[in-house]
């Protein structure tokens, strides 16, 4: 475990990096913030004057040392546009994209779970064709159409549920529930067929012919080796959606990560947007630590090596 723990936290290191030089490279290849950081028309001492202030008239490699070595003692500098340390924005709009996200999953595992394990047991039911085409659906339909949908019909036509705003729990439910839909489809398929597979093996059948009754069988029997996939697809599946909900804080004006990066590429506010991903490129490297861990609980042949 103790060298498991340590090429874990070494390749966090490495991919730190490795994200943290990518998107500083691609942002210096989207243009000068200067000009827009400045009213129009500005004279040209303005502009070398900012640019002086901002660092940007060095070289790339000297710009990106004194990064690099801000980073290493945890600052990103200020924001261009708000003039505020871009770590401390960025924390402060987090709780806001987690708490999105965690519901999403939750909503997700609860519903695919069951929807997933019976479809197995039912093969060729219509419980089973249900599941199989919500998977579709669910898999190939757009997060920002879904999400105008939910607005078209609860918000418009019903009069339900809000259309944007953050706080209560009914500001939640159309942005969760559509953040939910691809991973809700995708675990749903994959419970399916891991089901399948183990309902299949010799160790379920002698445990039936023993007079063991379905219930027990299924539960404890089958779906805890069924279960090492889907984790895995529920901890990236985490990850992804944290980072991905760019669509669904855009639509619903939810004030999270994901829309805090939009306006910051938009401004090209290169410390804000170098936080934003670090922070969100992190959450994605824990979640996927946590998942290898959780595997010698759910399978105890399963040994973790470095």
């Not at 070398?48 to 290493?72: M, N, S």
């Not at 559509?178 to 675990?187: G, K």
């Not at 639509?251 to 934003?276: K, Q, T």
């Not at 998942?291 to 973790?304: C, G, H, K, N």
Request: hydrophobic share 55%; with cysteine; charged share 15%.
């Amino acid at each position: 475990m103790k060298e498991f723990l340590i090429s874990k936290i070494l390749h966090t290191i490495i991919v730190a990096f490795c994200v943290l030089t990518l998107v500083f490279v691609v942002l210096h290849m989207t243009g000068d913030p200067v000009l827009m950081l400045l009213p129009p028309d500005p004279s040209q001492e303005e502009i070398e004057a900012l640019t002086r202030t901002l660092g940007l008239d060095q070289p790339l490699h000297i710009q990106y040392w004194r990064f690099f070595i801000k980073v290493i003692q945890g600052d990103f500098g200020d924001s261009f546009q708000h003039q505020q340390p871009a770590m401390k924005l960025v924390m402060e709009r987090l709780p806001a994209s987690l708490l999105l996200t965690v519901t999403g999953v939750i909503l997700a595992v609860v519903i695919a779970l069951p929807l997933g394990i019976l479809a197995a047991i039912r093969r060729g039911s219509i419980i089973d064709n249900i599941a199989v085409a919500f998977a579709a659906v669910g898999q190939s339909a757009p997060f920002f159409w879904i999400g105008l949908m939910l607005i078209l019909i609860f918000a418009v036509k019903l009069h339900l549920l809000p259309t944007t705003g953050y706080g209560s729990w009914k500001q939640l439910v159309m942005p969760a529930i559509t953040l939910a839909t691809y991973p809700m489809a995708a675990i749903a398929r994959l419970v399916r067929s891991s089901m399948l597979e183990v309902l299949g093996m010799d160790y379920i059948k002698t445990a039936r012919s023993k007079g063991l009754r379905e219930a027990p069988v299924i539960l404890k029997h089958a779906l805890k080796n069924a279960s090492i996939p889907v984790v895995t697809m529920v901890g990236l599946q985490f990850g992804m959606l944290l980072g991905g909900s760019i669509v669904c804080e855009m639509i619903f004006a939810w004030p999270g990560v994901g829309r805090l990066i939009i306006f910051a590429l938009y401004n090209r506010d290169y410390p804000l947007v170098e936080a934003a991903v670090f922070v969100v490129a992190m959450v994605f490297v824990l979640c996927n630590l946590l998942v290898d861990l959780s595997y010698a609980f759910l399978d105890p042949r399963v040994r973790i090596k470095p």
